[in-house]
């Protein structure tokens, strides 16, 4: 009976409906889906299409996507839903309100993990590592990782190898091409330094790409490959990359490629490091993470060690959160310094004042801070809801829902950081002494090094890490930016990339630091 109607209604459409009722029709449907979407929408919020959703007001804003967001959230009062096209499987709320981060990140922290959506894009180069875990796995290295970071033996090592990969490979590179007036991109300068250091701290090897000539390092270009590839799979519907998976075909194959390249590179260098622990039986010689890793027990088996797969993982996931962000970071510094010479002054004073000891550097310490206020190294990140919810401005969340942090838009926010926020000022993060004050602003205001149980455990590490290169590079070169070239402006990436890079050149300045 059901195939006799069905038959019967095709019969009808093919007899009586013609190809332009159909067309009129949808059209129709479309122009009316839209009207109400937008006497639905808050008042200030982007516009949700029928079938496309927010898609085509990102496309329309590629070129200014982050400026975009921020004004969009300032006329709808800090939050705005989302959906993505038909399809997608993405949709929820896009909120740049510091009580609601704080829900996130802290008061209903069980309620919003990483989730499915982000790790399934992240699997082929993470793994299980901590940068793309929940729950248990997650806090398991979690535990690991601050036992071992925050300890006096690799502190000691890690500001060491910071030191001798400043003064023995940037600067003497910096002083090379100040010498013959050669142009450089800042922002790979500090990507390769960045990586260097990132690599000798976690698996204490030399990556080599701040070698002379700046090679091309196949380890960091399959790494930087691998990371680029997962981050398309946000952008490209899932129905295209798991089909392109399946098939082994294009970015698909290019990413398990690359990410096979980096594992591998992991794998040797952990198989080498246990093949020494086993000839030798102590690692006692060496300090990155690595080797205290696989020398410590599981502190609740005290008698097994970390697996290798463990120990892979943990330590990609380490590259992946301090490589880019640290070099990102200072580029905009850098940047910002070299059109606010007053700033540059001042910061320059203070590494004259405090001889060489990065902790005493307050006003740097406050530079740097406040340039990330305004350019945060990741811009965007966002959480996962378990269950339907209700954020405390209001907005409801269902399960399975996206809740999007803005960081990017939270320091350029007026109500938060008063009629200046624009400018960039660090003096709004010292005390009347003249002390670094920062630590007493919430961190679900200032959300750059994430917040509550997932507060970045290399903060320290990346404090110290662009202390010290931007003291020694600043005490011996005038950073000249280049005119002429294509506007500085962020690229659309998880990290706060320049979209050109940032071509420089160094002058020396008369007085080098000892």
């Not at 850098?334 to 540059?344: I, T, Y």
Request: proline content about 5%; charged content about 25%; some cysteine.
């Amino acid at each position: 009976m059901a195939s006799e109607l069905v038959a019967m209604a095709l019969r009808f459409v093919g007899e009586y409906v013609r190809a332009s009722d159909l067309a009129v029709a949808s059209a129709a449907l479309f122009a009316c889906s839209a009207v109400r979407n937008r006497l639905t929408s808050p008042r200030g919020a982007p516009m949700l299409w029928p079938v496309f959703g927010i898609l085509p007001a990102l496309f329309a804003h590629l070129d200014d996507i982050y400026e975009w967001g921020t004004a969009a959230l300032a006329r709808s009062g800090g939050t705005f839903p989302y959906r993505g096209m038909w399809g997608g499987g993405s949709s929820g709320v896009i909120t740049s309100v510091p009580a609601n981060v704080e829900h996130l990140l802290k008061a209903n922290f069980a309620n919003y993990p990483k989730g499915p959506y982000y790790r399934e894009r992240f699997v082929e180069l993470l793994g299980d590592g901590i940068f793309n875990a929940d729950g248990d796995a997650w806090r398991a290295q979690r535990r690991a990782a601050t036992a071992e970071m925050h300890s006096a033996r690799f502190l000691e090592f890690s500001s060491g190898t910071i030191g001798d990969l400043v003064t023995g490979k940037l600067v003497p590179l910096l002083e090379s091409l100040s010498a013959r007036g050669g142009a450089v991109d800042m922002q790979d300068v500090l990507l390769r330094f960045t990586f260097d250091n990132i690599c000798a701290a976690a698996f204490g090897v030399d990556a080599g790409c701040l070698a002379d000539g700046l090679p091309d390092v196949p380890f960091a270009r399959a790494f930087e490959r691998a990371t680029e590839l997962s981050l398309s799979r946000f952008v490209t519907p899932p129905f295209v990359w798991k089909a392109k998976r399946a098939l082994g075909v294009g970015s698909e194959r290019a990413l398990v490629e690359a990410a096979r390249a980096v594992r591998g590179f992991a794998e040797r260098t952990v198989a080498e490091r246990r093949a020494e622990l086993r000839r030798t039986g102590t690692l006692a010689g060496r300090c990155d993470l690595l080797s205290r890793l696989m020398s410590s027990p599981l502190p609740d088996c005290p008698d097994q060690g970390y697996s290798d797969e463990f120990l892979r993982d943990f330590c990609i996931s380490f590259i992946l959160a301090g490589r880019d962000t640290s070099s990102v970071a200072l580029t905009w510094f850098f940047w910002l310094l070299a059109s606010h010479p007053d700033v540059e002054s001042r910061v320059l004073a203070d590494v004259a004042a405090a001889g060489g000891d990065a902790s005493s550097m307050e006003y740097l310490h406050a530079a740097l801070t406040e340039s990330m206020r305004l350019y945060p190294p990741v811009p965007v990140d966002f959480k996962e809801a378990l269950k339907d919810d209700v954020l405390p401005d209001g907005t409801a969340v269902r399960a399975r829902e996206r809740v999007i942090y803005y960081t990017y838009a939270m320091g350029r926010d007026k109500s938060l950081w008063g009629p200046d926020c624009l400018e960039f000022r660090p003096e709004r993060w010292l005390d009347k002494r003249g002390a670094f004050a920062g630590g007493a602003e919430s961190p679900y205001k200032y959300a750059v090094f994430n917040a509550g149980p997932r507060l970045c455990v290399g903060k320290r590490f990346a404090y110290t890490q662009m202390k010290a290169v931007a003291a020694a590079v600043l005490a011996r070169f005038r950073i000249e930016v280049l005119p002429g070239q294509e506007a500085i402006k962020p690229k659309l990436n998880t990290t706060l990339y320049m979209k050109h890079g940032l071509m420089v050149r160094f002058a020396r300045r008369e007085q080098t630091a000892p």
